[in-house]
Each structure stands twice: as structure tokens, then as C-alpha cells.
């Protein structure tokens, strides 16, 4: 133990149950010495068991609805006074496609659930920095962090919909990382995380396949929640203040590979 975050307080969104990014994120943030609160959407605090995380992490719950602005300004107001003070980190671990969930073929969405979508899945991160920006909740050196996925930057047909999704929330961090960087000293940034084992990514079409795929393509292999959960602690630490309005690949290599030996001999195999 380091205690690379003590005396450190954030938000932790996403957290659904113990497979989840954000639970892992979470349980390594706490070992760090930081506290939070937790937050989800009202459906996902029913179905999964954050409780228990709260209970293990110390930490208080917030419902939050991240598609309405009330929310969103109850999220950040409570958090500040359960935690006595300004924030100095926020993970916003959240997507959900409707179209996905539905079967609906990108070349045939329904317009109304994409708009869901998108205001779910990446106008939320907007919303929760412009919330923090204009209620000046974030400390001077505060870290606002998202998790992406490459396919904002390649296609990967069965990921639809939510492909635009994290091409938006990646623009977002940009503009939004310049004034919030500007005016207030906050980093922001977001991770594109390797195909991971969790509740939500294994609902994609073909996941297993895929996983299998970007396991062989990467050098170091596909990374795990464990790990994308020790990169946001280190994101999250004093060790990368100068790091902002950056999209960082945590994916064992696979964003720059154009091929690796491993999927060559899986493709010739047997010919």
C-alpha cells in the first residue's frame, strides 16, 4: 500500500456489481486511503449489489439519473458535503445503448433510442463536468476521468451506436479538458480500456470471439478490470498532474498492432 490517494475525495460512477470497472476502481481507490461516494442510475442501485461496496468502502450512495440536470446538481452538491470539502477525482464509468439492447442493426436504428444513448452514454460526461465546473467543485490538480473504447476510432461493426457514443465522449474531453484546465487546474481525460469481462461488455454480440481476438493481437494481452483499476488510481494520484485532454490506451498493445504471430497461425491453421 502506497496510500497514493490519502485525504483525496471523489465521485465513483458505474459501479453495478464486483465484475464492474468502477467496483474494481473503487475497492483500489479505498486501499489507497481515498474516500467517495458512489453513484448509479436508480434501475442499476435495484438490480445490483453497490451496497455491499459501500458497506466494504465506507462510502454513501447517491442515486443519480446522469440524463437530468437536477440529478446531477444533487450528485455534486451531496457529494461535497459527505465528504467535507471539494472534490479531487470523478470516474464516470457509464453507457448503455438501447438500440444494442433491442437488436436493432446499426444501418437500421431507431433514432429516439440512439438520442438515449448518446445523452446516456457521453452527453452525461458534459453534463457532470459542466456541473462540477460551474458549482466550482473540483480542487486545483482535481482529475476528471472516462472510460472509452477504441472502436470511437475504428470500426468494430457489432458495437453500433455506442461507437458514436465514445467518439463524443472523447471530443468532449478535449474541449471540455482545455477551459477546465484553463480556468480551474483540473485534469481531464479518458482511458480506452481493452475489451474487458464485465456485466455490460459481455452483452455486445460476438464478445467472447472478440475478446479471444484482441487477446491475440495485443503483446502484453488484453488488460483486466484490476488493472484499468490501478491505471485510474494512478490518473486519479499526484504523479500525472500534467496529463490532460488526452484519450490513454490501456489495451496490452492492441491499439498499435496491425497484426501480431498469434493471429497469423490462428488464421492459417489447418490450411
Known amino acids: 500500500m502506497h496510500n497514493l490517494l490519502k485525504g483525496k475525495h471523489g465521485i465513483i460512477s458505474g459501479a453495478l456489481d464486483p465484475k464492474s470497472i468502477a467496483w474494481k ?31 466494504a468502502t465506507g462510502s454513501k450512495v447517491i442515486g443519480c439519473d446522469v440524463t437530468q440536470q437536477a440529478d446531477m446538481d444533487r450528485l455534486v452538491q451531496e457529494s461535497q458535503e459527505v465528504l ?3 472534490l479531487d477525482f470523478v470516474l464516470h464509468s457509464i453507457g448503455m445503448s438501447l438500440n444494442i439492447r433491442k437488436g436493432r442493426h446499426y444501418t437500421d436504428l431507431d433514432y429516439d433510442h440512439m438520442h438515449k444513448t448518446l445523452d446516456i452514454s457521453a452527453m452525461s460526461w458534459h453534463r ?16 476528471m ?14 458495437y453500433s451506436e455506442m461507437a458514436d457514443a465514445k467518439s463524443m465522449l472523447e471530443s468532449i474531453t478535449r474541449s471540455f479538458g482545455y477551459h477546465f484546465g484553463k480556468a480551474k487546474g483540473v485534469r ?15 452483452g455486445v454480440k460476438g464478445f467472447d470471439a472478440f475478446y479471444d481476438y484482441a487477446d491475440k493481437m495485443s503483446p502484453l494481452g488484453n488488460a483486466n478490470a484490476d488493472e484499468c483499476a490501478d491505471y485510474c488510481v494512478m ?12 484519450n490513454l490506451f490501456h489495451d496490452g498493445g492492441f491499439s498499435f498492432m496491425g497484426i501480431s504471430q498469434d493471429v497469423v497461425e490462428q488464421m492459417t491453421k489447418g490450411m
Open 25 to 55: 476502481v473503487a475497492e483500489r481507490c479505498h486501499a489507497q486511503g481515498a474516500t467517495f461516494t458512489l453513484t448509479n442510475a436508480p434501475i442499476a442501485l435495484r438490480l445490483g449489489t453497490i451496497n455491499q461496496l459501500a458497506e
Open 145 to 158: 476521468l472516462a472510460l472509452s473504447y477504441i472502436a470511437s476510432q475504428r470500426v468494430f461493426p457489432d
Open 235 to 246: 490518473l486519479f494520484s499526484d504523479y500525472t498532474r500534467k496529463v490532460t485532454m488526452q
Open 84 to 86: 467535507g470539502g471539494k
Open 128 to 143: 457532470l463536468l459542466q456541473t462540477c465546473y460551474k458549482a466550482d467543485a473540483v480542487n486545483e490538480g482535481g482529475s
Open 188 to 202: 481531464v481525460n479518458t482511458i480506452s480500456q481493452s475489451p474487458t469481462k464485465t456485466t455490460a461488455g459481455s
